[in-house]
């Protein structure tokens, strides 16, 4: 059980905490909407799937690529206004604007002509969200020193995050709603100039509110400069392979990339499985059993599993915490099999509580965790890169994503499933509830393997905290004495 109090001085008020997690929210807010909204390319405006699907990939690989280079031009930048908070702004700011640009497709257009325009549009897009996104994770990571107070400003960003994921299955509903738009285009236009509005106002909120770490060796980073560009450039690869070189680290990435590759590889299945086996390829009758199915499980994140989470990781620890979340996701997972049944659509409900555990868990504990590492870091190589720990995580995360894409189409194929037929085999839709649940359990199970021995305790992280203090002094936070 936990023996720390945490100390006043290291709890972040919860106005702060409000101001973080709306960032978040924009954080979740924009690729949860934008994976609606992609629909709209190949259905409503006749676009060959191969080049919606370049579009999705092409920007999210410069996307990849530029992480690691903000982070390292976070860590380092020196201006009155902190090293964080500048990009937050301005990045909120990009991406805002671009995603309402986007969106002003029109049918008429011929498909080049939208498949340029959109893919322009979309690494300025995906460049502001990385000035945006990469400096608000390293802020997270370094608002508080405590280690359970970690675990509850994380707890709380989940939270808000979560929303995104209640709201925007329901963008399709009403994009494709011919009662409030004449067209899917017209609805993705000026919904799109909605969210990018809400996005860019939620994504300032951190840029105004909260406040970074000053550390006492403040002027010992980095010029960021044309003069000192080769000297950046090593400084960059350095920091780069001494991120790779922490073996808790590298644990956590091993861990979340196993979960959410697991995860996301499945999650488009559910929508296959409810059509085509619950409601036998009826898609009227299907209706919208698949948005509830997942604003249910986002729900469930949020109001169930982030908080046990929470206390999980305060009563036990973190890596505990995550075990526990992960074995209850299984139980979860193997229940999708009695869950989904034909008979009785309800029941596909009853995994959800359980499943939840999986996603919920994970980047609640892991954010925190990686905030602990970066201590840990600091001890072994004398400098704070807190971004650039975010962006090599969240890189992490993209990379699984891709490669979860790339597995659910050959799963796909390989159980036999025909896009052109309204009902499919029965042998196919076996397999495919089948490969629904080992997928995801063997993905869950690899992770509490990787994850077995990671030894960066409470105790531990206190230990560091100690030792930082004592090398360097005590760091404090704008407006702190």
């Not at 059980?1 to 945490?6: E, F, I």
């Not at 892991?366 to 890169?385: F, I, Q």
């Not at 305790?457 to 004495?481: D, F, P, S, V």
């Given at each position: 059980?936990?023996?720390?109090?945490?100390?006043?001085?290291?709890?972040?008020?919860?106005?702060?905490?409000?101001?973080?997690?709306?960032?978040?929210l924009a954080n979740q807010l924009f690729p949860a909407a934008l994976g609606v909204f992609m629909v709209v390319l190949v259905m409503s405006l006749g676009m060959n799937p191969a080049l919606a699907g370049l579009l999705a990939a092409l920007p999210r690989l410069v996307d990849a690529l530029t992480d690691p280079i903000m982070g390292y031009l976070s860590d380092n930048?020196?201006?009155?206004?902190?090293?964080?908070?500048?990009?937050?702004?301005?990045?909120?700011?990009?991406?805002?604007?671009?995603?309402?640009?986007?969106?002003?497709?029109?049918?008429?257009?011929?498909?080049?002509?939208?498949?340029?325009?959109?893919?322009?549009?979309?690494?300025?897009?995906?460049?502001?969200?990385?000035?945006?996104?990469?400096?608000?994770?390293?802020?997270?990571?370094?608002?508080?020193?405590?280690?359970?107070?970690?675990?509850?400003?994380?707890?709380?960003?989940?939270?808000?995050?979560?929303?995104?994921?209640?709201?925007?299955?329901?963008?399709?509903?009403?994009?494709?709603?011919?009662?409030?738009?004449?067209?899917?285009?017209?609805?993705?236009?000026?919904?799109?100039?909605?969210?990018?509005?809400?996005?860019?106002?939620?994504?300032?909120?951190?840029?105004?509110?909260?406040?970074?770490?000053?550390?006492?060796?403040?002027?010992?980073?980095?010029?960021?400069?044309?003069?000192?560009?080769?000297?950046?450039?090593?400084?960059?690869?350095?920091?780069?392979?001494?991120?790779?070189?922490?073996?808790?680290?590298?644990?956590?990435?091993?861990?979340?990339?196993?979960?959410?590759?697991?995860?996301?590889?499945?999650?488009?299945?559910?929508?296959?499985?409810?059509?085509?086996?619950?409601?036998?390829?009826?898609?009227?009758?299907?209706?919208?059993?698949?948005?509830?199915?997942?604003?249910?499980?986002?729900?469930?994140?949020?109001?169930?599993?982030?908080?046990?989470?929470?206390?999980?990781?305060?009563?036990?620890?973190?890596?505990?915490?995550?075990?526990?979340?992960?074995?209850?996701?299984?139980?979860?997972?193997?229940?999708?099999?009695?869950?989904?049944?034909?008979?009785?659509?309800?029941?596909?409900?009853?995994?959800?509580?359980?499943?939840?555990?999986?996603?919920?868990?994970?980047?609640?504990?892991?954010?925190?965790?990686?905030?602990?590492?970066?201590?840990?870091?600091?001890?072994?190589?004398?400098?704070?890169?807190?971004?650039?720990?975010?962006?090599?995580?969240?890189?992490?995360?993209?990379?699984?994503?891709?490669?979860?894409t790339l597995i659910s189409g050959v799963v796909l194929h390989l159980v036999g499933f025909d896009e052109s037929k309204g009902e499919q085999a029965l042998e196919t839709m076996h397999n495919l509830r089948i490969a629904d649940i080992v997928i995801p359990v063997t993905m869950a199970l690899l992770a509490i393997l990787i994850i077995w021995k990671y030894d960066l305790?409470?105790?531990?992280?206190?230990?560091?905290?100690?030792?930082?203090?004592?090398?360097?002094?005590?760091?404090?936070?704008?407006?702190?004495?």
């Open positions: 059980m936990n023996a720390y109090k945490t100390a006043l001085e290291d709890r972040v008020p919860i106005l702060q905490k409000i101001a973080f997690g709306s960032g978040h930048t020196k201006s009155r206004w902190g090293r964080r908070r500048p990009y937050i702004l301005l990045g909120s700011v990009i991406a805002g604007v671009a995603y309402m640009i986007m969106w002003q497709l029109n049918p008429d257009n011929s498909e080049l002509y939208n498949f340029f325009y959109f893919l322009i549009v979309s690494l300025f897009f995906y460049l502001g969200y990385t000035i945006f996104a990469t400096p608000l994770i390293g802020l997270g990571y370094e608002m508080t020193a405590d280690y359970n107070e970690r675990t509850r400003l994380m707890a709380v960003s989940q939270f808000m995050g979560q929303m995104a994921w209640i709201i925007a299955p329901w963008f399709w509903v009403v994009i494709y709603d011919q009662s409030i738009f004449d067209t899917a285009p017209e609805g993705a236009r000026i919904l799109s100039v909605w969210v990018g509005g809400l996005c860019m106002v939620l994504g300032i909120m951190p840029a105004l509110f909260n406040k970074e770490l000053v550390l006492p060796e403040e002027d010992e980073r980095q010029d960021l400069s044309l003069k000192e560009i080769k000297s950046n450039f090593r400084e960059f690869i350095q920091g780069f392979k001494l991120t790779f070189q922490n073996k808790p680290f590298i644990k956590l990435c091993g861990a979340t990339f196993c979960i959410f590759n697991g995860y996301q590889t499945i999650a488009q299945f559910a929508w296959f499985i409810v059509v085509y086996y619950l409601f036998r390829g009826d898609t009227s009758a299907a209706g919208h059993w698949p948005a509830w199915f997942f604003t249910s499980t986002a729900v469930a994140t949020a109001f169930i599993v982030i908080p046990i989470i929470t206390k999980l990781a305060v009563a036990f620890g973190k890596q505990k915490a995550f075990i526990i979340a992960t074995l209850i996701s299984i139980v979860g997972y193997t229940l999708k099999w009695w869950g989904f049944n034909p008979d009785n659509p309800w029941l596909m409900f009853l995994p959800v509580p359980f499943l939840s555990f999986g996603i919920g868990g994970l980047f609640t504990l892991m954010m925190s965790m990686t905030a602990d590492v970066c201590d840990l870091d600091e001890l072994k190589n004398g400098k704070r890169r807190e971004a650039m720990f975010g962006a090599v995580y969240w890189w992490t995360v993209k990379l699984g994503y891709a490669l979860a305790n409470e105790q531990k992280a206190n230990e560091i905290r100690e030792a930082l203090i004592a090398r360097r002094g005590k760091a404090h936070h704008q407006g702190e004495n």
